[in-house]
């Protein structure tokens, strides 16, 4: 299981005092090296954030090991194909990257609910005596449906119902209604979920179950006042049905962190709404959320060189 020269591929940039700790202790190839690298067929574990790893470079790969993701969704990592190859995939969810993204999920109604784009501009343009009939939103009392249910989501919910008093209920097939309602939850079906809430925040990842969840027909569902943030994954919302909902008036407002392109193409739709809030899939980039994704990138990288099992790893038959 351990390798007498580990050679370590860190695609995408990560924090220092993980980077570090691995050059450190390890060859490493860096994401400024890239695969141009001449040792790139040499490497045996790699660790990645959000870039596409495809099949054929794992193929140039022989001696390759294992695959560590920086953060939670794996959707861009082939882990069937690595576990036919016997390699270990795992991620680093949860700690202060789960508490970055509630976060970020929460700035983003907020921002939507407050119409923080156009205040903005009022001040910036002068329409100052526009203040007289601006209403803004509130998210205290509000209604938060959480569609999926783990880690980011309970923080999510864990933020809105205390810090504002918030009625919360969450949509997850994979759970019982039991283990939704003892986080003190009110579990729903995505139909009644739709309808019901102000704020609809998604927290599940990009499967194949899941690509195209919120679609069209599902848009009709919510209140025309109702507001969709997205920190998850692109891919979830139909990009397109979401643009024609909101430019018809179906519903209130959008705040995406994520896209099915990223970066999204520079005449996407969503771009010249004012209903719309957009970040650059940033929301667990926090000083706090980037050092804990390092830090346990570089544990789950010493762990499985020293012969050992990762906490999350994903495809257990591939330790075998």
């Known amino acids: 299981m351990s390798s007498a020269h580990p050679l370590i591929y860190i695609v995408d940039p990560i924090h220092p005092v993980g980077a570090d700790r691995l050059a450190a202790a390890y060859d490493v190839i860096s994401p400024e090296q890239g695969v141009s690298d001449p040792r790139i067929e040499a490497v045996t574990h790699i660790v990645i954030r959000t870039t596409e790893l495809p099949e054929a470079l ?87 449906g959480l569609i999926g249910f783990g880690r980011i989501a309970r923080c999510t919910a864990k933020i809105c ?47 194949e179950g899941t690509r195209n969840l919120i679609g069209s027909a599902e848009l009709a569902r919510m209140r025309s006042t109702a507001l969709i943030v997205n920190c998850s994954r692109g891919g979830i919302i139909d990009e397109a049905s979401l643009a024609e909902a909101l430019v018809a008036g179906r519903i209130g407002g959008a705040g995406l962190d994520v896209f099915e392109a990223e970066p999204p193409p520079k005449d996407d739709p969503l771009f010249a709404l004012p209903n719309v809030v957009l970040a650059p899939h940033v929301a667990g980039v926090t000083e706090s959320g980037m050092k804990g994704m390092a830090t346990a990138c570089a544990d789950a990288i010493d762990t499985i060189i020293s012969g050992g099992h990762p906490a999350n790893l994903l495809n257990p038959e591939a330790f075998q």
Request: negative net charge.
């Open 58 to 144: 794992i193929a140039r790969m022989p001696g390759l090991k294992a695959i560590v993701k920086h953060g939670a969704g794996v959707d861009n990592i082939p882990i069937p194909f690595a576990t036919t190859r016997g390699i270990m995939v795992a991620n680093t969810p949860g700690g202060n990257n789960s508490t970055a993204v509630a976060e970020g999920a929460v700035a983003l109604m907020l921002a939507l609910l407050r119409r923080v784009r156009e205040m903005d501009a009022i001040v910036r343009e002068n329409r100052w005596d526009e203040r007289w009939t601006t209403r803004l939103g509130d998210l205290t009392g509000a209604r938060v």
């Open 161 to 207: 119902a205390k810090g504002f008093d918030a009625e919360v209920a969450a949509y997850d097939p994979m759970l019982s209604a039991e283990d939704v309602s003892a986080a003190g939850v009110t579990p729903m079906d995505l139909p009644a979920l739709l309808g019901w809430a102000d704020v609809i925040s998604i927290h599940v990842p990009l499967i």
